[in-house]
Structure formats: structure tokens, C-alpha cells
């Protein structure tokens, strides 16, 4: 596994799958066309853009670069990073038949490829060592009633919308979010701040 400093964002859940095996990283997905009628999707991602940076690693077909462009439109070049996977031709195991243009998505690259396009993007391979203490974990979500235990689902909903993140968003997905933006004492005091409890 390898440790990235970056959030990485691609375009569906088999893309981030894929990474997910390789990369320790945030990995957002755009959900293909999604992300241009999904405003809280887009906050996020600005939002992990201007805190640590963000690597846009969309497939190499006319989608790909449609979602990318969209999103370069929409946050500061400064703040971006672009990953490109080459052009093979060829069909994903899963699939019956190729994409429209025949090509490989991210998701039908070897871990090489993968690791060698992240690289020329310019991605920070990062050991992380000093930001493993402040880790919020799976743990501590079910500690602070986000998970697992009754009423968690409710709880993960209103913190959804108090940060205005997406309402679809998994526990998963929301707890690699605030792994991003804040440390578990001060998810504690949003929560205190919320629901008017405290967890010490």
C-alpha cells in the first residue's frame, strides 16, 4: 500500500475500488456525469483541493476528459494535479463488451501503470507518519454514535448536511472526508456542537 498525499478523485466506484487496493488516500468518485449537477459533490471536492491538494485521474476516452475539464473549470489550477492512463484498447474482466471507444478505463490498469501515471502527475508519496495519531477511525465513528449502533444512520445524515457533503455519501466515504479536514477532537466539538453531547 502506498501513501499519498493527495485525495484522488475518479469517475466511478470500480475506478476507486482499483485504487483503493494500491493507494492509501482519499479517493472521491465523480460519479461519471454526476458531478456537474451535484453542487455539495463539487464543494467537497474544493474543498479537499484547497486543504491537501487534488489528483483528477479520469479514463482517456471523451467522458474522461469532459469530467476533467469540468472540474479544472471548477477549482483553481493551482490546487489541481492531472493523472493520465495511456490508451489501450481492450475490455474491463467485468464488462461483456469494450467502451464506446474501446480503451481501458483506470480500472483496467495494472497497479503499475497506475502507480507510474500518479507518479508523473506529481502526486507526494508521503510515509504519514506524523498525521497517524490525529486518525479518526472506524472505531471512534461507532464510539461517537456514527455508526453501527441505533439512530447512527440519522446522525451520519444531519452531519452530512451540516457540512452541506453529499446526502448519499456511505460511512465510509464521510469518515475519509473528515479524516481529510479535521482531527477526531475536533469532530468531537462539532458533534458536541450538533447534538449537544459530549464524549469524553
Do not use: W
Not at 469530467?67 to 484498447?89: C, M, T, V, W
Not at 474501446?102 to 480500472?107: A, D, I, S, T
Not at 507526494?124 to 441505533?150: Q, R, V
Amino acid at each position: 500500500m502506498v501513501n499519498i498525499k493527495e485525495a484522488i478523485v475518479v469517475e466511478g466506484r470500480y475506478d476507486k475500488n482499483t485504487l483503493s487496493q494500491l493507494i492509501n488516500a482519499p479517493i472521491f468518485q465523480t460519479n461519471g456525469f454526476g458531478i456537474m449537477k451535484d453542487k455539495a459533490l463539487l464543494s467537497l471536492l474544493r474543498l479537499a483541493a484547497k486543504k491537501q491538494g487534488l489528483i483528477v485521474f479520469t479514463d482517456s476516452d471523451g467522458a474522461g476528459f469532459v469530467i476533467r475539464n469540468y472540474i479544472k473549470g471548477a477549482i483553481p489550477e493551482s490546487q489541481l494535479k492531472h493523472a493520465y492512463i495511456p490508451d489501450i484498447f481492450g475490455k474491463e474482466k467485468r464488462k461483456a463488451s469494450p467502451g464506446r471507444e474501446g480503451k481501458l478505463g483506470v480500472e483496467g490498469m495494472t497497479p503499475q501503470i497506475i502507480l507510474e501515471s500518479l507518479r508523473r502527475a506529481g502526486a507526494t508519496f508521503d510515509d504519514m507518519s506524523n498525521s497517524a495519531p490525529t486518525c479518526i477511525t472506524k472505531a471512534d465513528f461507532a464510539e461517537l454514535g456514527l455508526s453501527g449502533g441505533k439512530g447512527s444512520s440519522i446522525r451520519r445524515r444531519e452531519l452530512l448536511k451540516h457540512f452541506g457533503f453529499p446526502e448519499h455519501m456511505s460511512a465510509n466515504a464521510l469518515l475519509q472526508a473528515l479524516n481529510m479536514l479535521y482531527t477526531r477532537a475536533e469532530l468531537e466539538e462539532i458533534l458536541y456542537n450538533i447534538f449537544g453531547e459530549n464524549h469524553d
